[in-house]
């Protein structure tokens, strides 16, 4: 079973709209990580967000913000004012203590910002 | 601070040839961890190493793949012999300990004919 589901394949946005990118994760560990990461053209991973299992407070990074709802299992993710240089593939990724840690990365949201 | 080093940044070979890849993470970083993306995919972790030991390699195709971390540092995975589907972008990440952010290289993107 997937444990990391990123149900939109592609999203494009015109320029300046906002966009939110869903991520919903499947686990019973009770600690574990939430991860967001940005990739470009260029093909590297980008960090953006880090979370674990206990702080459900939601997080703004200028034009970033994430949600993170654990009785949906979801970990959403907006950017507000889309500018061309947000397209990418974005990544969500869950990270389990009872399994070491390991990384379990969803497959992945293209989206493609129109000037 | 330096990043997560990787090369070569390209490689092109033909099946049944072998290939290896390098790895430099950031300094300081314990634990290492090689991925495979696929075209359209999320990166598949292949190997983790904790120092110069293997924390997880269940997911390494070890018939072909092999990779090692002998002084704690560096690393350099191998294909040999690489088949069509091994076709990917190889990615490295390292991280503080286990618990922590991974952080990534730029990827090797690998083509076999």
């Known amino acids: ?16 709209e906002d966009v939110t990118l869903d991520c919903v994760y499947e686990t019973r560990d009770t600690t574990y990580y939430l991860f967001w990461y940005k990739q470009p053209p260029s093909g590297e991973l980008v960090f953006l ?3 674990n299992s206990f702080d459900e407070q939601n997080e703004i990074s200028g034009r970033y913000s994430w949600n993170f709802q654990k009785s949906t299992s979801s970990f959403n993710f907006t950017i507000t004012a889309s500018q061309v240089v947000d397209s990418a593939v974005y990544f969500c990724a869950l990270s389990e203590r009872n399994t070491g840690n390991q990384f379990y990365f969803g ?3 293209s989206l493609t910002v129109i000037p | 601070e330096a990043g997560v080093a990787q090369s070569p940044r390209y490689k092109i070979i033909e099946k049944r040839q072998s290939v290896a890849f390098w790895c430099n993470p950031i300094s300081g970083h314990a634990t290492l961890y090689w991925y495979q993306q696929i075209l359209g995919q999320g990166p598949k972790l292949l190997i983790q190493f904790q120092n110069n030991g293997v924390v997880d390699d269940s997911q390494l195709p070890k018939d072909r793949f092999s990779a090692e971390r002998l002084k704690g540092v560096d690393s350099t995975l191998k294909i040999q012999p690489a088949k069509l589907e091994d076709s990917a972008v190889y990615l490295c990440a390292s991280s503080l300990v286990r618990t922590e952010t991974q952080y990534f290289g730029p990827g090797t993107r690998l083509l076999v004919l």
């Open chain 1, 1 to 16: 079973a997937q444990k990391v589901t990123q149900a939109q394949t592609e999203i494009s946005v015109v320029e300046k």
């Open chain 1, 49 to 51: 967000i880090r979370r």
């Open chain 1, 107 to 109: 497959t992945g949201t």
